[in-house]
C-alpha cells in the first residue's frame, strides 16, 4: 500500500520543482529590459541625431530590440540562449571592473542581483515573450510574406467550402467517364478540380456542360491547350465557385472574357498564348477577388496589364 503514496510524493515533489524553475525564469520585459535600459542601452541603440551629430551604437551592438540583441555586433552574436557563460553579453558585466571590456564603461555597474537577473534569464533560454522592442532596421523576414500568401489562399478555400454538398459519387464517375479528370481539391472537402489533360484535343466547348452538374463544387479548372472558345466561357460563366481558371494555349479571345465577369471568386486566371487584348481585360475589372493573372504571349499591353493592377487591389499581372 505504501507503494502508491511514495510515486504520488515523487510526482507532487518533482511537479513542485518544475514550477519553482518555471517561475524563477526572470521575465524580459519586466525583470531584464529596466536593466538594459537603465545602463546599456544609452550607447547600444539605434542610430540616433545628437546636436546635429550621428551617434552610433558602440561596437555596432544594439540592446533596444529582441532581434537586435539576438544579431549581436559587429563582431557576430553576444548572446547564447541557455549559456550564460558563453554569452558575451553576460560576461562583459561580470569583468573586473579595470578591464577594457567592463560594461558599462560609464555609470553605475550592475548589482549583484541583476547580474543573477541576467545570468538566470540567459540560462533560462533568453525568452523575450513577446518583447520586441526598436523593430527599426530589423530584416523582413523573407517567410513571413509567404507563410501569409498561405495563410490567405487556406482561409479563401476554407470559406469558399462553406455550405457546398459534397457532389455525389455517380455525378463524379459521369463527368469522368465523359473525358474530365476530378479530383478532390482536399480529402473530405467538397470542392474539385477539374482538367482534361487526358485528352486535351477533344476537350471543345460542347464538352465543358459535362461540368455542368458539378458546377457547385468545382472550384479549380485547368483547360489549358483544350479547343475550348469563346463560347465555351458561357458554361464557365455558370460556375459560382469557380476560383482557378487555367486557359493557357486556348483560342479565347476579348470575347470570351466577357462571360467571367461574373465569376465573382476568381482568383488565378492563366492566360497565357492566347489572343486576349487589352480591351478584354476590362472585363475583369470588377473582379476583386483577383490575385494573380497571367498575359505572356498575349496581345495585351504592359499599359494595359498596369491599368488591370490598378483596378484591382492586390493582384499580380504578370506580362511579357
Ligand atoms: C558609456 C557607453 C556604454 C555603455 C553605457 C555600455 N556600453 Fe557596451 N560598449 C561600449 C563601447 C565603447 C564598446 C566597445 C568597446 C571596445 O570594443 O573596446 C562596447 C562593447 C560592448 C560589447 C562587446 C561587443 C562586441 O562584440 O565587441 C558588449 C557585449 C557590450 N558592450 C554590452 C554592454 C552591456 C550589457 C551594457 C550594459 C550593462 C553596456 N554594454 C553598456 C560602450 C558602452
Redesign the pocket.
Known amino acids: 500500500m505504501s507503494r502508491p503514496v511514495f510515486h504520488l510524493t515523487i510526482f507532487a515533489l518533482s511537479l513542485a520543482s518544475q514550477v519553482t524553475t518555471l517561475s524563477a525564469a526572470p521575465q524580459f520585459e519586466k525583470e531584464i529590459w529596466p536593466i538594459?535600459s537603465k545602463?546599456?542601452v544609452?550607447?547600444?541603440r539605434a542610430t540616433q541625431v545628437v546636436d546635429g551629430r550621428k551617434k552610433e551604437p558602440?561596437?555596432g551592438?544594439r540592446?533596444d530590440g529582441a532581434w537586435a540583441i539576438m544579431k549581436?555586433?559587429e563582431?557576430?552574436p553576444?548572446l547564447k540562449p541557455k549559456d550564460s557563460a558563453g554569452s558575451?553579453?553576460y560576461e562583459?558585466?561580470t569583468l573586473p571592473k579595470d578591464d577594457?571590456?567592463f560594461?558599462?564603461?560609464?555609470?553605475d555597474p550592475?548589482t549583484d542581483p541583476e547580474k543573477a537577473l541576467l545570468k538566470a534569464w540567459i540560462d533560462a533560454g533568453a525568452d523575450f515573450g513577446g518583447w520586441e522592442g526598436n523593430t527599426e532596421g530589423k530584416p523582413a523576414d523573407p517567410n513571413a510574406k509567404e507563410a501569409a500568401r498561405v495563410r490567405d489562399h487556406e482561409t479563401f478555400y476554407t470559406a469558399l467550402a462553406q455550405g457546398v454538398t459534397p457532389a455525389k459519387d455517380d455525378v463524379i464517375a459521369k463527368a469522368k467517364t465523359s473525358g474530365a479528370q476530378i479530383f478532390l481539391l482536399k480529402p473530405d472537402a467538397p470542392l474539385l478540380r477539374a482538367d482534361f489533360l487526358t485528352g486535351v484535343s477533344s476537350c471543345n466547348d460542347a464538352k465543358l456542360e459535362i461540368l455542368l452538374p458539378l458546377k457547385d463544387q468545382i472550384a479549380q479548372l485547368d483547360l489549358g491547350r483544350t479547343a475550348v472558345t469563346d463560347a465555351g466561357m458561357k458554361t464557365l460563366g455558370q460556375l459560382p465557385r469557380l476560383a482557378s481558371l487555367d486557359l493557357r494555349q486556348t483560342k479565347i479571345t476579348d470575347a470570351g472574357l466577357q462571360h467571367l465577369a461574373s465569376a465573382s471568386k476568381l482568383r488565378t486566371l492563366n492566360l497565357y498564348g492566347t489572343e486576349v487584348s487589352d480591351a478584354g481585360l476590362k472585363h475583369l475589372y470588377n473582379l476583386k477577388g483577383l490575385k494573380n493573372v497571367f498575359l505572356w504571349q498575349t496581345k495585351a499591353t504592359e499599359a494595359g496589364a498596369k491599368q488591370l493592377a490598378a483596378a484591382i487591389p492586390g493582384l499580380s499581372v504578370s506580362v511579357k
Not at 560594461?103 to 555609470?107: N, S, T, V
Open positions: 538594459l545602463k546599456c544609452d550607447c547600444h558602440k561596437a551592438l540592446l549581436g555586433s563582431n557576430g553576444v558575451y553579453l562583459v558585466t577594457d571590456m560594461m558599462p564603461p560609464k555609470g550592475l
